[in-house]
């Protein structure tokens, strides 16, 4: 029998992705202020995207395996601190058994959104709220470093595509 069905749609997607953001992150090397930039003077940081994306994965998974959240230690918003907060996030991630999330899709999971206080089953609370968020946060990362010159394309988001040198999509 395999894992639980909300766990591999969860665990596996937030490992996949985290990397990706910590390759993306890498590429800041020697420019760091692009962590600093935002697509508009109301959002975050790629920094603060970049870290709250990871912030998700846990939040997200924990609940589900019906775990509390750990406390997320402050690395900083540059590049070192992105790349330790996105280690301790997969390792905390990896040491979640799958086992934990038999049954996850009818436990209800209390949680707010922004200022909303919810309580979502939690097939509801990964699909239409965490894994939203997380990408979300994600791909405005992703947006920011674009934006502001680094050398990202959708390769680098997903990790899947292929294109020839130069097409950065």
Do not use: C, W
């Amino acid at each position: 029998m395999g894992a639980p069905p909300l766990y591999t749609a969860s665990v596996p997607v937030f490992l996949h992705y985290l990397d990706r953001l910590e390759g993306m992150v890498g590429k800041t090397a020697g420019r760091e202020h692009l962590l600093q930039a935002r697509l508009a003077p109301d959002m975050f940081t790629a920094g603060q995207q970049v870290a709250t994306a990871a912030g998700f994965a846990l939040r997200i998974a924990f609940p589900l395996a019906g775990r509390a959240v750990p406390a997320a230690a402050d690395h900083g918003l540059d590049r070192i601190g992105l790349g330790r907060r996105i280690v301790a996030a997969r390792q905390e991630l990896r040491a979640l058994d799958p086992a934990e999330f038999a049954g996850a899709e009818g436990r209800i999971i209390a949680h707010r959104a922004g200022f909303a206080e919810l309580e979502q089953p939690g097939g509801d609370f990964l699909h239409l709220f965490g894994m939203p968020n997380f990408l979300f946060h994600a791909a405005m990362a992703f947006a920011v470093l674009r934006k502001e010159g680094a050398a990202v394309g959708k390769a680098d988001f997903d990790g899947l595509h292929d294109y020839p040198e130069g097409f950065r999509f």
